[in-house]
């Protein structure tokens, strides 16, 4: 049993010095160069990788780790193999997403530097696999079947890396998230809510696949602050400025978690749930939490609207109408069912 008191102490030093290490590393006029060997290292690897790894084949339901925390209805229509419907989206959207996908990838190149660069200061580092690889993404997959209440299932993880902490040579799950809503936007909601509940679900997915209860979730906004400061520029809003107090807003918060046995068994109890449903091929009712997921599924939505049944319908139609008339009218959940409902109305029209 670890101690509330111990992992808050060791929660505030790793996230100072995971911190500072990023921060000396970035201010160093050395970051901008990347060693020969260890970036053809770096990706030689990535080369090594690109292929299709299917997963085995034993008919068990596989969670991803980082889909843990989809709609049940898009994990039942994937495991009955549902042909998804593709469509467009956004323009931008596809744009945040590749830049997503490129500053990981430079995020990780930078860490497997830092030790060159940085010396004994590179508190944190990349780990290496059996086979000597960096371990993160596909070289440290794993893929673990679970059974929980009588129901099989399987986690594949892929995290973005597993870190060594020198201090006391212990491992550490690390995922890396871009925020494109604006420094002081995200600052903002991590100061009142902290790291968001869909990435802490994938974290505890990730700890069940590797046995590491604890690690760092790191978000970054893609935003930055002025080159110079801008407290003084009145032609910068109060509200657009980013630099407070003589120094730029952070622009980087790294979070320590650490995941209880509660964690992991309340995520295990609700995929086995999402599997059993799977196994009994029995279609589930959408409820109103599911539409505010909508969204993020870019694959499934019409096979959801065109299948839902009048009971279910009336049932979203009777619960809409008492959010309207409450305290969440034109809040973000009334408005993800209002949209799913309008949708749903041009589908059957």
Not at 312 to 333: C, H, P, T, V, Y
């Amino acid at each position: 049993m670890v101690c509330i008191n111990q992992v808050t102490e060791r929660a505030r030093t790793i996230e100072r010095e995971f911190a500072e290490q990023l921060d000396a590393y970035y201010a160093s006029p050395a970051s901008g160069f990347h060693d020969n060997a260890i970036a053809r290292r770096f990706y030689e690897q990535k080369l090594r990788h690109l292929t299709f790894k299917p997963y085995p084949d034993d008919g068990l339901v596989t969670f991803g780790a980082s889909g843990t925390d989809k709609c049940g209805l898009e994990v039942f229509f994937r495991n009955q193999r549902v042909k998804p419907q593709k469509s467009d989206d956004l323009p931008f959207r596809g744009r945040q997403r590749r830049q997503g996908s490129a500053v990981i990838e430079y995020v990780q190149l930078d860490l497997v530097h830092m030790r060159k660069r940085l010396g004994d200061r590179a508190r944190f580092t990349i780990a290496t696999t059996d086979e000597g690889e960096f371990a993160f993404e596909d070289a440290a997959q794993q893929r673990v079947v679970f059974e929980y209440g009588g129901v099989k299932f399987a986690i594949t993880a892929k995290p973005d890396g597993l870190l060594t902490y020198h201090l006391d040579n212990s491992r550490l799950l690390f995922e890396y998230k871009t925020k494109a809503s604006g420094i002081r936007a995200m600052n903002s909601k991590l100061d009142y809510s902290g790291p968001q509940a869909d990435h802490l679900r994938q974290v505890t997915a990730e700890s069940l696949v590797f046995g590491i209860r604890e690690g760092i979730l790191l978000y970054e906004s893609t935003q930055k602050p002025s080159w110079f400061s801008d407290e003084d520029n009145a032609s910068v809003t109060k509200g657009a400025k980013t630099w407070r107090d003589g120094a730029p807003i952070p622009d980087i918060r790294p979070f320590y978690f650490y995941i209880t046995d509660e964690m992991q068994d309340a995520l295990l109890r609700d995929l086995a749930r999402q599997a059993r449903i799977v196994y009994e091929g029995v279609k589930p009712d959408v409820t109103a939490d599911m539409t505010t997921k909508c969204g993020f599924c870019p694959y499934f939505g019409g096979h959801c609207q065109a299948s839902l049944s009048a009971e279910n319908l009336a049932e979203l139609q009777a619960i809409e109408s008492r959010m309207a008339r409450s305290n969440f009218a034109g809040k973000r959940d009334h408005r993800s069912l209002r949209a799913y409902l309008d949708q749903v109305a041009e589908v059957t029209a």
